[in-house]
Each structure stands twice: as structure tokens, then as C-alpha cells.
């Protein structure tokens, strides 16, 4: 059925708004964890703990989200994963123990993973087609950013009309992203498609996308692996980048709401627009290669990281200690933008792409698993100043191991131009005999 322009475009918003915040309450440690620990009783370990919980059950459920795409109504699916997740949140406004919180985020992971994330991007790129992927994709990313940004925002708002000790501070924040959660999900039961076409299970390239055959032949491919470590590190980046607020607080003694208010800008608003803008360097720049331009903003973030360390011991400037934080996100956020265009560039198969695209999310986002529990731990045991000279040291290992990967992802993509621009000029030279 055909709609109208501003009927497809509404739909996208209301894609790309549900996909974005509903990982919101997942990662709530992200703006909120100095509240979490303060009114819901967990330590930082603890803290960690649940989100490597999440992170751990989201690696395994990501896989199966592409089948999940490709069998079931998106409307469904799309509309019954944003309710569930509300009422989730509806429990955890209750300030639950350690082990339901556990369970709730185990919860999430297959709400926001399992039912929503491949779901939300099919949904989406259905909207156009093959000539305007580019741009539906663009739109989505900025969308989810814009999205995340304005009911973070409105949330820090609720938050600060609180007194500092009441507990009800954090419980309303809950309680509006639950009601939006629920909101988003009846939207979407109105306005998306189904998605599901019967007789695309009867075509040979669609039972070819899910063969066991296929998984091991992406392994084989050294592209794979290296696009996989570029995600890995720069999402690395990404995981550290939530402690922003904990540092500022902690080391350069800015007021909780301020910190958190910085914690917004810093994980919200430059989602919103650094995203977008990796890819217009490589539309408007001399460096047309994602690959590249990856590599350069990590060589930006290794000195960035290298400047945060020699003023961590001594941190005097809060504008300094901002600048560099705002900095490192910047050139974080610019490269997500931009490291699932790596596999286009490698001239990853077409009937390979959605295979090699799950298993570099497999093992790019495991950082998810990791980081949260080890820097916790640190902050739990080790005086501040060790504990956020150990969290920059992690975050640039990751960066250098961005700058290896990409130079060697590069190396090979011209190779293989090289080889092409051969086999074209043989093929000339062929018929001009």
C-alpha cells in the first residue's frame, strides 16, 4: 500500500525515536549512576554488574534479531517491544534488589535487542528504495539521536526540581521514559507496516542468508575481523564516554546536576550531530574513504587521551577537563557515524552483508560486557585519580587498536581496487584485440 510523503516520514521519526530510547533505561548508569547508587543501594561493582548483564545477553540476541527481521510482522514486534519494555520500567521504578534488576535487564536485552534492533533498521530502509538507503539511514541515525537528546533533556529537567536527597528524583525519570516507552509502542502500532512478504521465504537467496555455511565463510574473510576490531574499539570509547559525569564530579568537584547536565551533551546532544557529520568529511572532504577518516579521528582521540592523562594527577581547568571530554566524543561519535560503511567499502558480498554486519556487531559491541564491571570495580577499590588514569589507559589501547585495524582494513581495500582496475584493464585490452 502506497502513503503519502509525510505519512513515510512521520513513520521513520516514530522508528527512530522508539529504536533510540529504548535503551535509555538499560543504560540509565550512563547520566544517572551516582543517583542509582544513592537511592537504589548499589555499589558501583554492582552498577556494572547490571550493565554487563545487559551487555552480555544483548551479544548473544543479536544474531537472532536478523531472523527475527525477517520472519515476524515489524509492527508487532516493533509495538509489543516498546510496551514491554514501559512496563519494565514501571518495576524498576520500584527500586527492586540487586537479582531483579538483574532479571530486568536480561528483559531489556531481549525487548530491545532480540524484538527491536534489526527490526527498527529493516522497518526503516523499507521506507525507500535502493537509491534512498543512504538517506533514510542518515535521517534514522540523526532521528534516534534527536530523539534521545530531547527526552534526556526533559528528564534532567524533572530530575533537577527535586531536592538532591529525595529519592522520587530518579523514580520520575524512570516513570517518564516508562510512559514514553508505551507511548512510542501504541504510535508505532498505527503508523508501521507489517514488513513480512510470504513469498520471500520461497526465494533461494533468503533461505541462502541463514545457512551455517555462510556464518563460517564471513569468519574466513580478514575484513571481517578487522571492521569487527574497529567497532570493538571505538565503542570502547563509547562504554568509557559514560563515565564522564562520575569524573567531572569526582575529579574536578562539579555539582551533580551540572556533571549531569554535562553527561547529556556529552552522551545525548553529540550523538544527535557528530553522528551525521563523519559522513559529510567523507562526502565534502578530499578523504571520500569511512576507513580513513576513521583512522584520522582516532589518531585525534589518542591525543586527546594522552592529554586527559597528563592532567588526570593534576586536574585544575574544569573548561580544560570539559573540552577534552567533548573533544574525545566528537571524534568517538563522528566514527560510529561511519564504521558499518567499513564492510560496504571492503566490497563485502551483497548476499553476505546482513551475515558479516551481525557477527561484526557480535564481537564489536562486546566491550558492553567488559568495560562496565571492570571500571566500577576500580572505582569501588582504587582512589579516584588511579581509577580514571586506568579508564583512559583502556581507552587508549582501544584507540591504537582502531589506528592498526583500519590501516590494515585500507591496505586491503586498495589491494583489491588495484586487482579489480587489472582485471578491467586485461578485460579492455582483451576486446580492443
Excluded at 222 to 234: D, P, Q
Excluded at 249 to 268: C, F, H, P, Q, R
Excluded at 375 to 396: C, I, K, S
Aim: proline fraction near 4%.
Amino acid at each position: 500500500m502506497q502513503h503519502s510523503p509525510w505519512h513515510r516520514w512521520i513513520t521513520l521519526a516514530i522508528i527512530s525515536f522508539s529504536g533510540g530510547v529504548s535503551f535509555d533505561l538499560a543504560y540509565l548508569r550512563y547520566i544517572y549512576q551516582i543517583p542509582m547508587a544513592k537511592f537504589m543501594g548499589f555499589s558501583n561493582t554492582e552498577i556494572g554488574l547490571i550493565m554487563s548483564t545487559f551487555g552480555i545477553t544483548a551479544i548473544i540476541l543479536y544474531a537472532p534479531s536478523g531472523v527475527i527481521a525477517d520472519k515476524f510482522s515489524h509492527r508487532k514486534m516493533i509495538t509489543s517491544a516498546m510496551i514491554i519494555t514501559g512496563l519494565l520500567g514501571l518495576v524498576m521504578a520500584t527500586y527492586p534488589p540487586l537479582w531483579v534488576m538483574l532479571l530486568i535487564q536480561v528483559a531489556f536485552a531481549m525487548t530491545t535487542i532480540l524484538m527491536l534492533w534489526s527490526v527498527s533498521i529493516k522497518a526503516a530502509s523499507m521506507l525507500g528504495d535502493s537509491s534512498e538507503q543512504g538517506k533514510i539511514m542518515g535521517w534514522m541515525e540523526g532521528l534516534r539521536g534527536v530523539g534521545v537528546m530531547s527526552l534526556a533533556v526533559f528528564t534532567m529537567w524533572a530530575f533537577s526540581r527535586f531536592d538532591p536527597e529525595d529519592p522520587n528524583s530518579l523514580k520520575t525519570v524512570i516513570l517518564i521514559y516508562s510512559v514514553v516507552y508505551i507511548l512510542l509502542g501504541i504510535l508505532c502500532w498505527f503508523f508501521v507496516a507489517d514488513g513480512v512478504n510470504p513469498s520471500d521465504a520461497s526465494k533461494p537467496s533468503e533461505k541462502k542468508a541463514f545457512q551455517f555455511s555462510d556464518i563460517l565463510s564471513v569468519l574466513r574473510i580478514s575484513t571481517t575481523w578487522y571492521c569487527s576490531l574497529i567497532i570493538f574499539g571505538v565503542y570502547t570509547i563509547y562504554a568509557i564516554l559514560s563515565y564522564s559525569t562520575n569524573y567531572l564530579t569526582e575529579m574536578y568537584g562539579m555539582s551533580l546536576v551540572a556533571a549531569s547536565y554535562m553527561g547529556i551533551v556529552i552522551n545525548k546532544i553529540f550523538r544527535a550531530f557528530c553522528g551525521p557529520l563523519g559522513g559529510i568529511i567523507t562526502t565534502y572532504s578530499r578523504v571520500k574513504s569511512p576507513t580513513r577518516v576513521i583512522q584520522i579521528l582516532s589518531v585525534v582521540s589518542a591525543l586527546t587521551l594522552m592529554a586527559l592523562l597528563a592532567t588526570n594527577n593534576h586536574p585544575q581547568s574544569v573548561a580544560v577537563g570539559i573540552g577534552l571530554i567533548l573533544l574525545l566524543a566528537f571524534t568517538c561519535y563522528a566514527s560510529r557515524g561511519l564504521y558499518f560503511a567499513c564492510p560496504g567499502e571492503a566490497r563485502t558480498p551483497t548476499f553476505i552483508m546482513g551475515t558479516t554486519v551481525g557477527i561484526c556487531s557480535v564481537i564489536g559491541f562486546l566491550p558492553d560486557v567488559f568495560v562496565y564491571p571492570i571500571v566500577g570495580h576500580w572505582q569501588d577499590t582504587l582512589p579516584a585519580e588511579e581509577a580514571y588514569r586506568n579508564m583512559w589507559l583502556m581507552g587508549l589501547g582501544a584507540v591504537c587498536m582502531v589506528i592498526v585495524f583500519t590501516f590494515l582494513l585500507f591496505r586491503k581495500i586498495r589491494a583489491v581496487s588495484r586487482e579489480t582496475e587489472n582485471v578491467a584493464s586485461m578485460a579492455t585490452e582483451s576486446l580492443g584485440q
